[in-house]
C-alpha cells in the first residue's frame, strides 16, 4: 500500500548523523511549500529521533517500547519553506522519562532557519476517566457532499460554514477529509499524516469571505496540534473550523478532528497574517473549480 507521490515526502526523511535528518520538499505550487507539509516533516522527524519502527529508543525503560506515541506539538514558521529541495531536521532531545520524550526540531533550508516546533510523545496509559466535546453542528455523511477539486491524493468533501443567530460563526470551515488510497498500518506514518491534515483549513480563517480566492495573502505565524486518540488518515475524519479573533490582520482559527464514530482524536490552534491585496480579482477557490 505505497504513499500517494504528493504525500511522499512526507514520510520520506533519512537520519544522516545523530539527531541530523534530511528530506526534499514536494514540488508545491507558488513560492512556498503548504505548512501542513512543513508540520508533519517535523514530526516525522521527531518520531524518527524517539523511534524507528513504533519502538522506543534512547534512554526509555523496555517495558514501554511499543506505546511511545506524539501528544502534542507546538512551533512558529519563521520564513517560507520553498518547493522542490532538500530540508534538513536538526532534533534536540530536551527529555527522556519514564513517560514523555521532547524532541526541538528545528528545520533547515539554504542555510537558514525556516521552522521550529517542540514535540512532546506520551506512552499509552489507560485513564481515570474520558470526556470529549461533541461536534458543534450537525453534519451528513461524506457521500452527501461533492468531492473537492484538485486535490486528487485527498478525498475533501466540504460542508457549508454555520452561523449563530448574532452573525457569529460556530464553525467557519466544516469538511470530511481523508487520504485518498490505503495506508500501512504503521501509527507514526498515520500520526505525520493527521499532521499534515490539521492544516488544510481551506479559507475558514477569514470566515466573512469563505469562497472569496485570490483577494489576500496569508501567512501561517505558529501551529498547535494536540492528538487525543489515535486514528487513521486513511478513515473519514470530520474537521470542524471556528475563527476566534480577526484584529490587525491577524486572524486565529481552531479546529476539532474527529473520526467517523465522532471520536475526538485532534485539535488544532493556529494564528495567520491575513492582508488584502489591493486591486485583486476574486477567483474561484481551487477545490470549487471543475476539471479541465
Do not use: C
Not at 466540504?158 to 504503521?186: C, K, M, N, Q, Y
Not at 499524516?193 to 469571505?209: E, G, H, I, K, V
Amino acid at each position: 500500500m505505497p504513499l500517494p507521490d504528493a504525500l511522499r515526502p512526507i514520510v520520506e526523511i533519512e537520519e544522516t548523523a545523530p539527531d541530523r535528518f534530511s528530506g526534499r520538499t514536494p514540488d508545491w505550487p507558488g513560492g512556498r511549500v503548504f505548512g501542513g507539509f512543513v508540520v508533519a516533516q517535523a514530526l516525522v522527524a521527531a518520531t524518527k529521533s524517539v523511534s524507528s519502527d513504533g519502538a522506543a529508543a534512547g534512554d526509555l525503560p523496555s517495558e514501554l517500547v511499543p506505546v511511545v506515541r506524539p501528544h502534542s506539538l507546538h512551533g512558529y514558521f519563521l520564513s517560507p519553506v520553498l518547493p522542490g529541495g532538500e530540508v534538513t531536521f536538526d532534533v534536540e532531545p530536551l527529555r527522556d522519562s519514564r513517560s514523555f520524550a521532547l524532541r526541538q526540531v528545528t528545520t533547515i533550508q539554504d542555510g537558514a532557519i525556516r521552522a521550529r516546533f517542540l514535540t512532546s510523545f506520551h506512552i499509552d496509559e489507560k485513564g481515570e476517566a474520558e470526556y470529549q466535546l461533541k461536534p458543534p453542528t450537525p453534519l451528513e455523511e461524506p457521500d452527501r457532499y461533492e468531492r473537492a477539486a484538485g486535490l486528487e491524493y485527498l478525498d475533501l468533501r466540504i460542508a457549508e460554514p454555520v452561523v449563530d443567530d448574532d452573525g457569529t460563526f460556530l464553525s467557519s470551515g466544516r469538511h470530511w477529509v481523508r487520504v485518498a488510497s490505503p495506508l500501512p498500518d504503521d501509527w507514526a506514518v498515520h500520526a505525520g499524516l493527521l499532521a499534515y491534515l490539521s492544516d488544510q483549513t481551506r479559507l475558514s480563517f477569514r470566515p466573512y469571505s469563505e469562497e472569496v480566492f485570490g483577494t489576500h495573502t496569508d501567512a501561517s505565524l505558529d501551529h498547535a496540534v494536540w492528538f487525543h486518540r489515535p486514528a487513521r488518515a486513511d478513515g473519514w475524519l470530520r474537521y470542524e473550523l471556528q475563527a476566534l479573533s480577526i484584529h490587525g490582520n491577524r486572524s486565529t482559527v481552531r479546529g476539532l478532528m474527529f473520526d467517523k464514530e465522532g471520536a475526538l482524536v485532534m485539535s488544532m490552534a493556529q494564528e495567520l497574517l491575513v492582508r488584502p491585496v489591493p486591486g485583486a480579482e476574486p477567483q474561484v477557490p481551487p477545490w470549487r473549480r471543475q476539471p479541465e
